[in-house]
């Protein structure tokens, strides 16, 4: 093996092998290429399980016979050609923290890099109000942990089948408007940041009967409490 000089411009050129004064007899072809330019990612983060789809934006052309990978760490992944400006590709499992990106065409390595974060998943606790009255419209409050680090991304909350814009207000509480039911009953509600990255953990909501209080017995008690009342 050896490595290839450095040259002025791209082009073809001859490869022989010189042992020792003795040049071999049959040559080959060897081409030299610019490499790549890798100018933005989006998005640029991902949950680190995964799955995330990454657009690639090149200032090079690109063809759709070439040999794409993205290289995320020291991961290699098969890109998919969208047009002869991008590429896609999916980030595999990865620890959290932030790592270099970069497009391999044709074996050749871009020569500048971005970066691309993989942050936790976040987690659902818990929701409040847990239940509202059938043909209304109620703001719900999603408690948890981990969803700041997500507040750049599209946040969805599932009712079901219903799904919902949510609102991340900080890193422990996710804001969204239960959808209105004409009747009783309940969903499970799941909680879905960025490109399908389901949270972790879910709750049960539910739509009933509007209470209605006619009477309470008796009217008063004791200011140090402990009464019992109907």
């Known amino acids: 093996e050896c490595v290839t000089p450095n ?4 082009g073809e050129s001859i490869l022989s092998i010189d042992m020792d004064g003795y040049i071999s007899g049959s ?10 330019e890798t100018v933005s990612i989006t998005p640029s983060s991902g949950a680190t ?3 995330t789809k990454v657009f690639v934006t090149s200032s090079s052309d690109l063809n759709k016979d070439d040999e794409i990978y993205c290289m995320i760490d020291d991961n290699k992944i098969a890109a998919m050609y969208v047009s002869n400006k991008e590429v896609s590709c ?7 923290g ?7 065409v044709n074996n050749v390595q871009s020569v500048e890099s971005t970066t691309f974060l993989y942050v936790e998943v976040p987690k659902m606790a ?6 509202i009255p059938v043909e209304t419209k109620e703001i719900i409050t999603i408690q948890g942990e981990g969803f700041l680090a997500w507040s750049n991304d599209t946040v ?7 799904k919902v814009s949510g609102t991340i207000v900080s890193d422990e509480e996710v804001h969204c408007i239960a959808p209105e039911r004409a009747s009783v009953g309940s969903e499970i509600v799941t909680v879905v940041v960025g490109e399908n990255n389901i949270c972790y953990g879910s709750a049960l909501f539910k739509w009933v009967h509007e209470l209605v209080l006619i009477d309470v017995t008796p009217r008063q008690g004791n200011i140090a409490g402990n009464q019992l009342v109907v």
């Open 98 to 104: 932030e790592v270099s990106f970069s497009l391999i």
């Open 27 to 36: 040559k080959l072809a060897f081409k030299f290429v610019e490499a790549v």
């Open 49 to 51: 399980t995964g799955e």
């Open 126 to 131: 818990r929701i409040y109000p847990k239940a």
């Open 7 to 10: 040259v002025a411009l791209p």
């Open 90 to 96: 999916l980030t595999k499992p990865h620890a959290t």
């Open 156 to 162: 969805f909350v599932f009712f079901g089948d219903d």
